[in-house]
């Protein structure tokens, strides 16, 4: 490859510089004879270590330095990357990735690695992404001249960088260390460093992180040296990127209550059958919380060079608050939460209120990773509850799952997923959007009534814990208006969505199921499990369940119905809220998201 640039001649020292990949010309032997020159053009082909140009009486020899990084993606450190010093979206784009380094090396006394200003294990050095300094030329610099690595204080909180020693790995820039000279090991060398993210995107962090690599001049007595050359690269924070119910379950997380054995066993069989573990959260740990779904979301991280699950860690602090931090952290599993200070954290804080859709294009706009799906309260409403603005802020700010607002204060426990889940479909399309429906319900029960089974009850004997007779305007109409801005925002038609025969009563001037709420199920793969909803038995068969398998079946889905009404739904809650399914990552990787 040949190379074209100019010289800048330096008079006063008897050095020539070079800009701007190029940085320092050590003259051997020089005489300047024509001192109004101040540029000659240079051309030089790699890849020669020295480059000489006569120059009246000596050689000069050209000395290369280059800061680099994966800046193409690859999972490889590329020499010199012309675009190393900037960051672009899509299959074209470039620029390199960081990591946060949220998981622990360490299986007792567990700590975030990013909490620690040094390199404890060297494991962990595979969470870091790879930085090379590169150089070629004379042996050694000239007196009083030196090389620089510097961050700014703004990324100083966000990023570390170590440098590779014999024995050790010592800290080079980042916390109060916003610049660091760098032995200079000159010929053709390279010195490895490690690059460790610390922070999230968030509301005051893009996500970008600048590293800079400069050469210092010494000046005259008294003033600080002079930067003549500084070679920079740019890193993009990964985001934290949640999984669908269309991907492949990887693990199913349940909690062991006094009274829930039943329920484990069902859920024990359906992960069985479904090809994928089952961790069961013990009494002691969990304190009586069987809220699994509501305390924690399940999320990844990815890069060219690594990649692994991150928990988000939901503000609602309950019984099972330690679970996250203390069992799911780990090497390779790492942990997030974020915090409501000075706030009152409300039930739409808990993650029963946190879902994402499949992959959609909207108006000719893809989302290939999905959207983000949270529950506030009305766009108009004064005194409303809505999910605090710290996770909020969390989420939009990961860019790569543009969130949606639903209206879910109307429910008593005020959670997304009591009228709505996605369920895989064998079409192009990919999925089906499954909603509650009391007019589903209705006519259902009408027809049954119309048939001749007017007599037959519900609960299977067991007596109801929602007396008086279901409200359906009010409902509907809630309803209807999620139903609006998820086809809009999503992309769907009508006959993307299912209307499942749901009925929800209002208590305390919001609404709860009035019997086994069936969208709350868990999806596992072609495998639901599915709340069993004790519906009016027809021909020894209960019609909801017959509705259900019925609609489910017609995109080859099997439903196993789980009974979870003593232990789940009198206490407000189903089988979704009571489980939590670690899945596999998506294939796409989000930097060739087109933004």
């Known amino acids: 490859m040949v190379i074209s640039m100019n010289l800048w001649l330096h008079f006063s020292s008897g050095y020539i510089y070079l800009a701007p990949s190029l940085t320092f010309l050590p003259v051997a032997l020089f005489e300047l004879q024509m001192a109004p020159l101040r540029y000659i053009s240079l051309v030089y082909s790699r890849p020669k270590a020295a480059y000489e140009l006569q120059w009246h009486r000596g050689p000069v020899y050209l000395t290369e330095i280059s800061l680099d990084v994966d800046a193409d993606r690859d999972g490889q450190v590329e020499r010199n990357n012309p675009n190393k010093g900037s960051w672009m979206w899509g299959p074209n784009g470039h620029g390199a990735i960081l990591l946060v380094n949220c998981d622990s090396e360490h ?9 620690h200003a040094e390199v404890t294990r060297v494991s962990d050095l595979k969470d870091m992404s790879p930085m090379v300094l590169r150089t070629s030329g004379p042996a050694k610099l000239p007196e009083g001249y030196k090389l620089t690595m510097h961050i700014s204080q703004g990324d100083a909180e966000c990023v570390r960088v170590f440098r590779t020693r014999s024995t050790d790995y010592p800290l080079v820039v980042g916390g109060e260390d916003l610049s660091k000279e760098v032995p200079c090991l000159w010929g053709n060398a390279e010195m490895n460093f490690y690059v460790e993210g610390l922070r999230f995107p968030d509301k005051d962090f893009e996500g970008l992180i600048s590293i800079n690599l400069s050469m210092l ?8 040296e002079t930067p003549i050359f500084t070679d920079r690269v740019v890193f993009r924070v990964a985001p934290w990127i949640m999984t669908p119910n269309t991907l492949d379950p990887v693990e199913v997380f349940v909690c062991s209550t006094t009274d829930n054995d039943q329920f484990l066993k069902r859920m024990r069989r359906l992960v069985e059958n479904s090809g994928c573990k089952l961790k069961i959260c013990p009494e002691d740990m969990n304190r009586g919380d069987r809220w699994m779904q509501d305390e924690i979301e399940f999320g990844y991280i990815d890069s060219p060079h690594q990649r692994f699950p991150v928990v988000l860690d939901s503000p609602r602090d309950g019984d099972l608050q330690d679970f996250p931090y203390d069992v799911l952290l780990g090497q390779d599993f790492g942990y997030v939460t ?3 200070y000075g706030k009152e954290v409300s039930s739409l804080d808990s993650f029963g209120n946190l879902e994402v859709s499949p992959p959609v294009t909207v108006n000719g706009k893809n989302y290939p990773l999905g959207r983000i799906i949270i529950g506030v309260a009305f766009p108009t409403a004064t005194e409303g509850r809505n999910m605090t603005k710290v996770v909020q802020d969390f989420l939009w700010a990961q860019k790569v799952q543009e969130p949606i607002a639903l209206f879910s204060d109307w429910l008593l426990v005020g959670h997304v997923d ?4 996605f369920v895989p479909a064998p079409d192009k399309k990919g999925f089906r959007l499954l909603l509650a429906s009391p007019d589903a319900s209705y006519k259902l029960f009408r027809g049954l009534q119309n048939g001749g089974h007017g007599q037959a009850k519900m609960f299977d004997g067991r007596p109801s814990v929602r007396a008086g007779i279901p409200k359906l305007g009010y409902v509907r109409s809630c309803i209807d208006w999620n139903r609006d801005v998820l086809k809009r925002e999503l992309g769907l038609d009508d006959d993307d969505i299912i209307d499942l025969p749901i009925l929800f009563r209002v208590m305390e001037n919001r609404a709860v199921a009035y019997y086994p709420d069936m969208v709350n199920m868990i999806v596992l793969g072609k495998n639901l499990g599915i709340p069993k909803p004790f519906g009016p ?15 489910m079946g017609g995109l080859g889905l099997s439903c196993t119905y789980i009974d979870d009404f003593a232990s789940y739904h009198k206490l407000l809650g189903e089988v979704h809220c009571g489980s939590n399914v670690r899945r596999e990552p998506f294939s796409f990787k989000w930097w060739n998201l087109e933004m």
């Open 107 to 115: 299986t007792c006394r567990k700590s975030l690695d990013s909490e």
């Open 217 to 224: 001049e010494p000046s005259s007595q008294g003033f600080p």
């Open 338 to 340: 974020r915090t409501a």
């Open 418 to 421: 009591e009228f709505m889940t």
């Open 537 to 551: 038995k027809v021909d020894g068969r209960c019609a909801l369940e017959a509705e259900m398998t019925s609609l």
